[in-house]
Structure formats: structure tokens, C-alpha cells
């Protein structure tokens, strides 16, 4: 639930046009540069940063690969049922919403404590391999991804900035509200070892 509500409200920032997550610009860009839809472009850049976990030795979960196919199908499949939306007055409420759903959606996923998606394992894994903070490997990604994004032809706006400052507490808010008790020994299918403030990217 949580994966398929963050694909439905990446698909709503996107098509209100106000700007992007910094990982949605690149994927936005991407696909403007190669024609595929931006649900196959998630997808696809996705399990490419998967890869990058080997050298890194993380450990994916059910959660991960879960992360790789759910998100690009549940985005493209809301762009394909959503209306356009052109009224400012309409479309600056829809970006709101869509921030919001997505920051219980990022609760929602971290809470089932099933791996991390593929972006945030990557920061984690250069944040043991390099010793830096999990606060400049995150900066540093998102500003590359954001800036390659624009440059490609992703949109950046109002949206992106609100994101950014809004995502982080959404995220610890929504944790808080669906956070479950888990049986001792955990499962066989859990990553362990991952923090709960890592945040979904994206």
C-alpha cells in the first residue's frame, strides 16, 4: 500500500507542473531524453542503483525489489487515469495533497520495516563505506540528481522546494502513526540493520 500511494502521488506532482522531487526531476528528464514513460524510467533507474548496492554490500529485502517494481507501475498508471488539470487555483491544492500523500506513503513503507528502497540504501551504504554523514551523502545525491534532472529537462519549481522542506517531518509524522509492534526474531525477509528515518527517494 505504501509503495503503490508514493507511485500515485509522484504521478500527482507531476501532473500538476509545479516541480518535482529531486529524484523525479532526473527520472522526469530521463524520460524526455529517451521517450519512455516516466514509470519505465523509475523503474529501470531503479534497479541500476541497485546494482551500485554490490560494491557497497548492502542487503536488500522485500521491500527493495518490491521498491523496484511497484512504484513505476502504480505511477503510470495513475497518470494514465488522471484529468488535466490547468486552473492554478486547482492545481496548487493538488500539490499540496500530493506532498502529503506522500509523506504518509513514506511512513507507510519505512513502517513495514521491509529493506530500504534502492536510493536510500545507496546513501546508507556510502555513509559506512565513505564514514561521511548520512546528511551530506544525502545532499550531495539529491543535488546530483536534481541538477542532471533540470538539465535534461525536468521540471524544478515551487513543488521541489516545498518537498524538500516538507518531506523529512511528513515522513517522521505519518512513521509515528503507523508504526507496529514486531515479534521477537524478526523475519527472514527483513533487512536488518537499516535506520527508521530513512526516507523513501526516489
Given at each position: 500500500m505504501?509503495?503503490t500511494l ?8 507531476l501532473?500538476v507542473d509545479?516541480?518535482?522531487e ?11 531524453l529517451?521517450g519512455?514513460t516516466?514509470g519505465?524510467?523509475?523503474t529501470?533507474i531503479?534497479?541500476?542503483v ?22 513505476g507501475?502504480a505511477?503510470?498508471g495513475t497518470?494514465?487515469?488522471?484529468p488535466?488539470?490547468?486552473?492554478t487555483?486547482?492545481r496548487v ?7 502529503v500523500?506522500n509523506?504518509l506513503?513514506?511512513?507507510?513503507y519505512?513502517a ?13 551504504g556510502?555513509?559506512?563505506r565513505?564514514g ?12 546530483a540528481v ?7 529537462g525536468?521540471?524544478?519549481?515551487v ?8 518531506i523529512g517531518?511528513l515522513?517522521?509524522?505519518?512513521l509515528r502513526?503507523?508504526a507496529?509492534e ?6 527472514t ?8 528515518r530513512?526516507?523513501?527517494?526516489q
Open positions: 505504501g509503495l508514493y507511485g500515485a502521488s509522484s504521478a500527482l506532482l501532473s509545479l516541480g518535482l529531486p529524484w523525479g526531476v532526473f527520472h522526469q528528464g530521463l524520460s524526455e529517451t519512455l516516466i519505465v524510467v523509475t529501470v531503479g534497479a541500476v541497485l546494482l551500485l548496492w554490490i560494491p557497497l554490500r548492502q542487503r536488500p529485502g522485500l521491500g527493495t525489489v518490491s521498491n523496484v517494481l511497484v512504484i507501475v505511477m503510470d497518470l494514465a487515469v488522471l488535466e488539470v490547468h486552473a487555483a486547482v491544492p493538488l500539490m499540496v495533497a500530493a506532498i500523500l509523506g506513503a513514506t511512513g507507510l519505512i513495514a520495516a521491509f529493506g530500504p528502497g534502492p536510493r536510500d540504501g545507496l546513501m546508507t556510502l555513509h559506512r565513505t561521511r554523514s548520512i546528511r551530506l551523502i544525502r545532499t550531495a545525491l539529491e543535488l536534481v541538477t542532471t534532472g533540470f538539465l535534461l525536468g521540471t524544478v519549481g513543488g521541489t522546494l516545498l518537498y524538500a522542506l516538507a517531518p515522513a517522521q509524522v505519518f502513526v503507523f507496529v514486531r515479534a521477537s526474531g524478526g523475519s525477509v527483513v533487512a536488518t540493520g537499516q535506520p527508521k530513512d526516507i523513501l527517494r
